[in-house]
DNA sequence: CCTACCGATCGGTAGG
DNA sequence: CCTACCGATCGGTAGG
């Protein structure tokens, strides 16, 4: 057997996983790796107790890797919330505006954005939402108040549905507080849902209408 | 000046915080002391965040004195948990009793239900039932096992209520259901409830009331 | 309940 | 993205 290798790019790449296809380059690849795992974790121990090691191990990296990709664990967390966010509104938008040509009643309406958000919160693999939703005091000061705003965008989707509910007389809870308990009782359904037993995500949905509004 | 002392025990107690009175002794004082700090700091940090060094200091002991009182980290967390089930579920216990002599209607006694429990959870210097709420996560096995019998028993308090509206037709959702977003919206309260603004605990206990119930 | 301490782990970095 | 490593901190303990 020779030792002289036949082809250049052989000795190119003598260490590493091996890269099926250029399209497959590690880009934004690795990064994306290391925001899933993280979003994993932090989700299942909490953002204390997993440590950089855990999420380096969980994208298959060595332990000092995920600093070139995020320049602190503090920074791998805000991005994980912050994906979280992009992902609640870019759902909530399209369904509103799907909606909109239609022109459904309030009741109707509602009903889309409950379902939507059961669907981010509790879909499969999406760990980003409940992590922006249990770790927030794990946030630096600067880090909330960024977060702050697109969390603010989102809530000014619910207002004018329960505004026009509580005209209609569907909703009789005073609006502000009404918005706070409604999306209560929907987050805290990620301490206790499990979609291998129960009611479904849809289910689930239709008893949150049911339950908040005098008729439906 | 007399150098001589005239009580004997005066000489019995040359160093420590002073005593006021006989009935202050340490017997359970000093590991309610850590307890205390304990759910502040739990509630504050979270769990995993917060050292056995900084419960020491708000206790006022050095480093390793909690460990006299706690045979771990892990054994300070349950039992703040557990302090904070009983709290809640006597505090439920004696609302239910208050009531049964003057047989009140479902309604009437749902409106307790959630009002004792805002009250519970959103009462000055209460940190034991937050605790209890959110970090579930850091707890062993066995220590939820323990934990979920009086986490059943409270929930028992509240079904044939919530099954007596739906009869009623006051509360149209599937009852098991309905508890869980229930309890989910109250519970969520903790993470933006201020009484320094906004509505009062009593405010929001009847906007509870009027946004799930059908009538009121 | 304090003093003094240990072994383990952790976030992060230099230099490639 | 890996190797090798540092300084700091942490839960817990022995012995009083």
Known sequence: ???APIFSDVVKRPRGRPRKTVDERDDGNRRHALLEAAAHLFRRKGFSATTTRDIAAAAGMQSGS???HFKSKDALLFAVMEEGMHTALNRQRSALSDMAPSQLSAVEQLRYLIH???EVLLGPGNDF???MLYEWRSL???QR???AQLIADYEALWMPVLQALHTGGQLRAPVGIARLLILGALNWSV???DPKKGASVKELGEA???LFLKES
Request: charge should be neutral; proline fraction near 8%.
């Open 140 to 142: 630096s000061k600067g």
């Open 191 to 193: 301490q206790w849902f």
């Open 116 to 118: 939507a958000h059961f």
């Open 1 to 3: 057997m020779s030792d």
């Open 145 to 147: 108040k960024e977060l």
């Open 66 to 68: 995920p600093f070139y």
């Open 208 to 210: 949150a209408v049911v």
């Open 129 to 131: 939402v409940p992590v």
